[in-house]
């Protein structure tokens, strides 16, 4: 019989049985939680409380993120929001297993997957990434040895090699599933029927990029240039750029000939908080960002290419282009346009996240009404593009993973 | 033409700070002509490099990836006559180099001044530890080839010693050692292969090549990788064949013509019309003697493609300045291969089910 290996904590794993595993996930069915019941929001926010009290989260962004994003007060207003955006005369109940399939090496997504699942009350497997690093290990220990503490024995952390029968006979056994990893990923589990037909979430291949008004930089104080580069710079360095919400390109709302000064003092004040806060580009990749940024240059006249010290490579482009720059590892195109309408019309369904700096509420609006239509999924303040919320890729995941019963 | 005047020089014959200013004007030449004649050079020398043309040091000579060459077919002559394509690892877009006469004239004229010294005025009779397939059609050729046949211009009465599966032709290699015994003969072939297919091939028949001047090129990764050095390597070809003159060398397909041969004291030397910058792998500033950076190698040579500046991803360093002792003057490298790939981690895996 097929196994996987179970986290036992303290990087211990140990062989369970398949047939073991869903004899045990048949009980957590019968043990699943309310929605934000008091003993999980609980868990949750005693690890986060461990997490903040360690000073080294202070130099772990991610994990600091998760942290605050998970202390007790962020759970109630989720559970406050959640109470207030269920229907009437409904009772919301959980699906039952779900199932996380988290990216190969952004982390954290799984933290984030697993937490609102669990808050919703389900039961979880959740399938470790290939590679977890010591620090993510720390925490997931911290998780296993609070959720042991528990009445309910229901989380499942498992770890298997690639195999097809494994994924089938999981997905078969769960009543949702989140897949994160992009589109060949989603591809390769879509086939896998899901018990009873449940639920499946997909995050597929993404595109994100900001928008900056020309005037708004003008008219800053080096104070606030300097914030709002650190802000850039967590955006593009947080996972070297290749999360689907980091941005890629830079619109620059505004003339070239006015604003191109601005703009490249920007682009400096990034590449002087990436050097300050040391990045991880290998020497590698800043040369195939060279030779990306020559290509561009070749291809468009007029452009203006900055390679700096290894850490952000910028191409300022002399006219807005339809190709999405997607080399990450500190490479920024930067486009201006005199319009919003251009941005609104080469959005796209894969187009995911807007970080938007100097644009006034009702732009923001017109751009998420006009331009949803055809893609992106979230438009937040520059410095957020990675900030993960519950709302995420056109998912309310609290609801997604609820089921809804009708009460009259 | 300054490459006209450098490369009747022997190759390594003229001391760094006499070749410095010579190089200079000649690379100022070479930018210029480029700019004027490679849109897409010009394009980038004003994107990247502010439109100066007019360099002050070599170390400001703009220059371009060895990458580039893989993603644009750059072009400065209206009258190519052959695409050099690189081998290229699996899966990757080969890099694609413009040739025109002159310059397919300039890098035999180049090759010519750098193994004089080496192989004499004589052609001699040249095994090639490779397949004859590889040279076979010329319009497509690969630098592998382009190599061999830069080779051949030294050698007479070829013979290959690997069929086209890569077997070695035991009889191929029997009959050439027997017909040229007693005269110097010239064997040539990348340094795998001469180790794979001549070495260990042949570690249980004896074959004497103390006339044999061997000389090869293409790297040690496959060789460091099965824990071969460079001294064993000829410590082995002398012991097993009586082979005593060995010459290893370092060039690129975006470099043909310029390459850098070894000499006695086992470093790699530049031939008159060409040199090294050793730049930080991370900040790309120039890095002294002694410090191991990334190459950049510029030469006089390409006339037909904007090549006479390139950044590559080898890792070396330069020991020595000058060598009278060795009869090597000039930039003294050695090489350590290649900078380690990487890949960035991402949202997206790359293989569907490996995550």
């Known amino acids: 019989m097929t196994s996987v290996q179970l986290y036992c904590g303290g990087g211990e794993f140990e062989d369970i049985a398949l047939a073991n595993l869903f004899a045990r996930l048949e009980l957590s069915r019968a043990a699943l939680a309310d929605p934000f019941a008091a003993e999980r929001i609980e868990v949750i926010g005693d690890v986060s409380k461990r997490l903040l009290a360690d000073r080294r989260t202070l130099n772990r962004p991610a994990i600091a993120y998760f942290a605050h994003w998970t202390r007790p007060a962020a759970l109630r207003d989720l559970a406050r929001r959640f109470e207030a955006t269920s229907p009437p005369d409904v009772v919301c109940v959980p699906r039952g297993v779900a199932l996380h399939i988290p990216p190969k090496n952004v982390e954290t997504i799984f933290l984030f997957s697993w937490t609102l699942a669990y808050l919703a009350g389900n039961a979880n497997l959740v399938r470790l990434p290939a590679q977890v690093d010591s620090v993510m290990l720390e925490v997931i220990d911290l998780l296993v040895e609070r959720l042991r503490a528990t009445q309910q024995q229901t989380e499942y952390f498992v770890r298997y090699p690639a195999d097809d029968a494994i994924n089938a006979a999981l997905c078969g056994a769960a009543d949702a599933r989140l897949v994160w990893g992009g589109d060949a990923k989603v591809a390769a589990f879509e086939k896998f029927p899901l018990r009873n037909g449940g639920k499946a979430i997909w995050f597929g291949d993404r595109y994100s990029y900001a928008l900056i008004s020309g005037e708004a930089l003008e008219a800053i104080d080096g104070a606030e240039l300097k914030r709002l580069a650190r802000n850039v710079f967590v955006d593009i360095f947080t996972f070297d750029q290749m999360g689907c919400s980091s941005p890629h390109k830079i619109y620059i709302l505004g003339d070239r000939r006015r604003h191109g000064q601005v703009v490249a003092a920007l682009a400096d004040a990034v590449q002087e908080e990436a050097a300050r806060s040391g990045t991880n580009i290998s020497a590698s990749h800043s040369i195939r960002k060279i030779a990306e940024a020559f290509a561009l240059a070749a291809e468009n006249p007029g452009a203006d290419v900055a390679f700096r010290s290894g850490e952000l490579t910028t191409v300022v482009l002399p006219a807005p282009r339809r190709a999405e720059d997607r080399l990450g590892g500190g490479f920024l195109t930067v486009e201006f346009i005199d319009d919003l309408n251009e941005v609104i019309a080469q959005i796209r369904s894969k187009h995911q996240t807007i970080t938007h700096y100097g644009i006034k509420k009702d732009a923001l609006s017109e751009i998420a009404r006009r331009g949803g239509r055809f893609g992106l999924s979230r438009i937040v303040p520059v410095g957020q593009a990675l900030d993960f919320d519950a709302v995420w890729d056109g998912y309310d995941l609290l609801r997604e993973l609820t089921r809804s019963i009708r009460l009259r | ?355």
């Open chain 2, 1 to 355: 033409m300054m490459f006209e005047a450098l490369v009747k020089r022997e190759a390594a014959s003229t001391a760094d700070a006499q070749k410095r200013p010579l190089l200079l004007a000649g690379l100022n030449e070479l930018t210029a002509h480029h700019y004027t004649l490679c849109p897409s050079y010009k394009n980038i020398v004003d994107a990247a490099f502010g439109g100066r043309i007019e360099a002050d040091a070599i170390e400001q000579v703009p220059y371009l990836p060895a990458s580039l060459f893989k993603r644009l077919v750059l072009s400065s002559t209206p009258k190519p006559i052959l695409t050099l394509r690189s081998s290229g690892t699996s899966g990757q877009q080969p890099s694609q180099i413009i040739i025109d006469a002159e310059t397919s004239e300039r890098q035999s004229r180049g090759l010519l001044s750098i193994f004089h010294s080496v192989l004499g005025a004589k052609r001699i009779p040249l095994l090639v530890i490779d397949s004859r397939s590889v040279v076979m059609n010329p319009q497509t050729i690969t630098a592998r080839g382009a190599g061999i046949l830069g080779m051949m211009k030294f050698g007479a009465k070829t013979a290959f010693a690997l069929d086209s599966q890569m077997n070695v032709v035991e009889n191929a290699v029997v009959d050439f050692v027997e017909q040229h015994k007693g005269q110097p003969f010239l064997i040539f072939g990348f340094t795998f292969m001469v180790w794979t297919k001549l070495v260990q091939h042949f570690q249980d028949r004896p074959l004497d090549l103390s006339n044999a001047i061997v000389v090869h090129s293409g790297g040690w990764k496959k060789l460091e990788e099965i824990k071969v050095t460079n001294e064993q390597f000829r410590a082995r070809l002398a012991e097993q064949f009586n082979v005593t003159r060995v010459y290893n060398f370092y060039g690129f397909v975006e470099q043909l013509g310029s390459i850098f041969l070894e000499a006695e004291d086992g470093l790699l030397y530049a031939p008159s019309y060409a040199d090294v910058i050793v730049r930080d792998p991370k900040t790309l500033r120039p890095l002294p003697i002694g410090e191991t950076g990334l190459l950049q190698i510029v030469s006089l040579l390409p006339k037909s493609y904007p090549g006479h500046s390139i950044l590559t991803e080898d890792l070396g360093v330069v020991r020595r300045i000058d060598n009278p002792a060795a009869a090597r003057m000039g930039k003294g490298i050695q090489i350590f291969g290649r900078l380690p790939a990487s890949e960035l981690r991402g949202c997206s895996d790359v293989i569907a089910a490996g995550a």
